[in-house]
């Protein structure tokens, strides 16, 4: 397992944006996937993002051309930097850690989870 501490959430108005940040206490396998998993109020978790070790994303179509993954060169920290928040994207957001296993990917992480609330 790998412990994963993410930070940056927080309240913002409507329209406004937020960055998260997402880093792992050690070394992952170098075929690795990075994402963040949302869990609004009285809801299950949704995923949101991911990317890939190689630089390949993933996107739900909900948050489509207002936020943007990425990761530090060289480094297991991935970012989530989410403009035009919209009341919608208010909820718990969980970064996660996938390692390639045999052609498959298996979950080897989940951070503690940070809040972002989006006011109308």
């Known amino acids: 397992q790998v412990q994963l501490v993410e930070s940056g959430g927080g309240l913002v108005q409507a329209g406004g944006s937020l960055r998260l940040s997402c880093a792992a206490s050690?070394?992952?396998?170098?075929?690795?996937?990075l994402g963040w998993y949302r869990q609004p109020p009285g809801k299950q978790r949704e995923f949101v993002a991911a990317i890939t070790s190689r630089g390949s994303t993933n996107y739900a179509d909900s948050v489509k051309g207002r936020f943007t993954i990425s990761r530090a060169s060289g480094q297991n920290t991935v970012y989530l930097q989410m403009n035009s928040l919209k009341p919608e994207d208010t909820a718990v957001y969980y970064c996660?850690?996938?390692?390639?296993?045999?052609?498959?990917?298996?979950?080897?992480?989940w951070g503690q989870g940070t809040q972002v609330t989006v006011s109308s």
């Open positions: 996660m850690a996938n390692v390639l296993v045999s052609g498959r990917y298996s979950t080897v992480g």
């Open positions: 050690r070394s992952i396998s170098e075929d690795n996937q």
